[in-house]
């Protein structure tokens, strides 16, 4: 049953993939899809093993802890129907009657939480409908894991078409980056967090662009509610973006750089304002406690790739202070002689190809037209704001390596499209064949 049962969900997920029109994306055959999904499956291969080899103690691997949570939480259904679905819904199950329920497990609540809701249990909640049809083989899970990013992945690509037609590079630098694939092949955050992030730059861009209708609408609110509970920071740098960008559009803006900018310096003085003088809105303040909270936590668990930062006060002068070196860390960690193996290498190399496609630009830049220029800004800024949430409330490098996903499928796709690669080929084939 351990082989059988995975084997008919992939018969399931591969037939979807070939039937539904979603899945038919204009100039581009339907095998690459296949062969996008195949290199995830693997991709989940590789996860499990790392977890199973490199974490000993599997109350400590992400992969393993929510789903074993799932499972014993599961078990309410044989004692209780009312109280599974309280679990499952959130209602009312935090009361003195049902934690008996939670005794067993490790991770339902957890000593630093900054979301606005606890993004841990969503996972778990959704490992816990997957055992439905799993049985509790993970590898069930996983495909379900691929699917969902799978589709994530395209309705950010799909965005991309909108503007740049259909494009075989855009759909491989935002499918195929290996951590991307690596990190969304498992039930974990990053798996739901690109399905919520596609689902809300999709909806948006195509709501914003005469395209209202009711899926659209659903798609996008979808996706804003997930990122809420999951990856609040995510939304905090989507939210000034798409208002720039609307403003740019709707308003026929011609100093596009100078809108987005204004935007966010706005932004910033508004919730610097409610932080620092009335204190209603403790957004600074929740960067600097989760920055020290991951010091104090690295430095708890010996974690080996600990970044050497400072824990920082809740001043303006600090932060502007701490900016520079944030933005640095999230672009450009881990260095390549910092690595100690496989799992290191990879992410060091995605480092290098940014600033090797930053310097490609440079040398062949292709001019976009306007209405890419205003999409291009929404990346850029949207991928800045990031890095730095990223660098600022992180101390690990394997944490920056995850946490920084969402930046490849908008940064780097969109540095790779405004290279002009014909110019640079034929210098390539220039230079090999001159004698």
């Known amino acids: 049953m351990s082989v059988v049962l995975p084997f008919i969900w992939l018969i399931v997920f591969l037939f979807l993939i070939w039937k539904l029109p979603f899945f038919k994306l204009q100039g581009i055959a339907t095998w690459v899809i296949f062969a996008i999904f195949a290199g995830k499956l693997a991709a989940s291969g590789v996860l499990h093993y790392i977890y199973t080899n490199y974490y000993p103690d599997r109350a400590t691997a992400d992969i393993f802890k929510y789903f074993d949570d799932a499972v014993v939480l599961f078990h309410s259904l044989h004692q209780s129907v009312e109280d ?12 003195p009657e049902m934690f008996h329920y939670f005794r067993d497990t490790n991770h339902w609540t957890r000593m630093y939480e900054y979301a606005p809701f606890l993004d841990n249990r969503l996972i778990i909640r959704t490992n816990m409908i997957l055992l439905f049809v799993s049985g509790g083989n993970i590898a069930v899970h996983y495909m379900f894991a691929n699917f969902i990013s799978l589709i994530g992945f395209l309705l950010i690509y799909k965005t991309f078409e909108s503007f740049y037609g ?9 499918t195929m980056m290996p951590s991307s694939v690596l990190w969304t092949a498992g039930i974990l955050k990053e798996c739901l967090a690109t399905f919520a992030l596609g689902c809300a730059t999709y909806g948006f861009f195509y709501c914003a662009r005469k395209h209202l209708c009711f899926s659209t609408i659903c798609c996008f609110l979808i996706g804003l509610l997930l990122l809420v509970v999951l990856k ?5 740098a989507f939210v000034p973006a798409v208002i720039a960008w609307t403003f740019v559009e709707k308003c026929n ?18 919730i610097g304002t409610l932080d620092f003088a009335t204190h209603t809105i403790p957004f600074f303040e929740s960067f600097a406690g989760k920055r020290t909270d991951a010091i104090n936590s ?6 080996q790739s600990i970044i050497p930062i400072e824990k920082i006060d809740v001043t303006v002068w600090n932060f502007l202070q701490a900016t520079p070196e944030a933005v640095w860390n999230a ?6 002689w910092d690595i100690h193996g496989f799992v290191q290498l990879v992410p060091a190399l995605e480092s290098i190809l940014f600033f090797i496609l930053l310097i490609l630009w440079i040398l062949y830049p292709i001019q976009p037209d306007e209405s890419q220029r205003n999409f291009i800004l929404i990346c850029v800024f949207f991928s800045f704001v990031l890095m730095w949430e990223i660098g600022i409330s992180t101390a690990v490098v394997g ?24 110019k640079f080929t034929k210098f390539v084939f220039a230079i090999t064949t001159r004698k």
């Open 84 to 95: 599974f679905f309280r679990i499952l819904f959130g209602i009312n199950c935090d009361t």
């Open 298 to 303: 690295a430095i708890l668990y010996n974690a």
């Open 399 to 422: 944490g920056i390596v995850r946490y920084k996903i969402p930046i490849f499928p908008f940064l780097y796709t969109t540095i790779a499209l405004l290279i002009d690669w014909k």
């Open 331 to 336: 672009l450009a960690l881990p260095y390549v």
């Open 166 to 174: 259909k494009n075989i590079l855009a759909l491989l630098f935002i």
């Open 232 to 236: 609040f920071y995510i939304l905090v």
């Open 253 to 270: 803006v011609k100093q596009k750089l100078l809108c987005y900018t204004s935007f966010y310096l706005i932004g910033i003085l508004v």
